[in-house]
């Protein structure tokens, strides 16, 4: 139980595109989803918080018209990186917190972004 | 501040070799504190959970011990196997908020 996939798990895309990434926890309900990214070598660093159907918190220096999320479901959250560029390439993860527990969070295998 | 800080950065090993990897941390109070393995290219998976009061935690060949007093944490992993390379992660966790260690790599090489 407690399964979070997230897809693509690698994607290329060109600078100036925009990429979606999809997160979904699969045998459980999450209202809250959270999004990571984390470059090489280095540990998780937390981006935004989302909560479903309400606008996500975004943490310091994450910009949000750049980093657009949505969670539109309790099953799925979506995170759209508009305009990428280079600088953007990293490993982005994602995990859900089921709406029975107040504190456990169950991560996803992660999507390789890289930008060209 | 809350931080956790982990120790050593990278470490490699020959199979079937043990070794201890260790955690200090800030965070406190807290509720739990987790080691999590996060193979390349994956995302982090759970190895042992413990609580405030608990000393100690295992997991098959993974055991994780924890200091309250000294606010010091460490996994020990015995008889390694070239499976163990991978990243392992210690995160405090505070409420509803998480504190991710800065990692350790390690290789197990043949």
């Known amino acids: 139980g407690a399964v979070v996939s997230q897809h693509p798990s690698r994607v290329i895309c060109k600078s100036g595109t925009s990429v979606k990434i999809e997160c979904r926890s699969l045998?459980?309900?999450?209202?809250?989803m959270f999004w990571y990214r984390q470059f090489p070598k280095q540990s998780l660093m937390l981006m935004a918080t989302s909560n479903e159907g309400s606008k996500a918190t975004y943490e310091q220096g994450v910009e949000k018209d750049k980093f657009l999320i949505n969670h539109a479901s309790l099953t799925l959250s979506t995170l759209t990186v508009t305009s990428a560029h280079p600088e953007d390439s990293s490993f982005y993860i994602c995990s859900a917190r089921p709406e029975t527990s107040g504190r456990e969070q169950y991560f996803g295998p992660g999507t390789r972004l890289t930008v060209t | 501040k809350n931080q956790v800080e982990q120790s050593p950065q990278s470490l490699i090993i020959l199979e079937g070799k043990n070794c201890t990897l260790q955690?200090?941390?800030?965070?406190?109070?807290?509720?739990?504190l987790r080691w999590y393995k996060q193979d390349t290219g994956r995302g982090p998976v759970s190895l042992t959970i413990?609580?405030?009061?608990?000393n100690t935690k295992s997991n098959g060949r993974y055991t994780a011990t924890l200091d309250a007093d000294t606010k010091q944490s460490s996994l020990h992993i015995t008889a390694s196997q070239l499976s163990d390379s991978a990243s392992y992660i210690c995160v405090v966790i505070l409420g509803n908020q998480f504190y991710f260690g800065t990692g350790t790599s390690l290789t197990v090489i043949p």
């Open positions: 045998d459980f309900q999450a209202t809250t």
């Open positions: 955690c200090n941390y800030t965070v406190s109070p807290f509720s739990n």
């Open positions: 413990m609580t405030f009061s608990e």
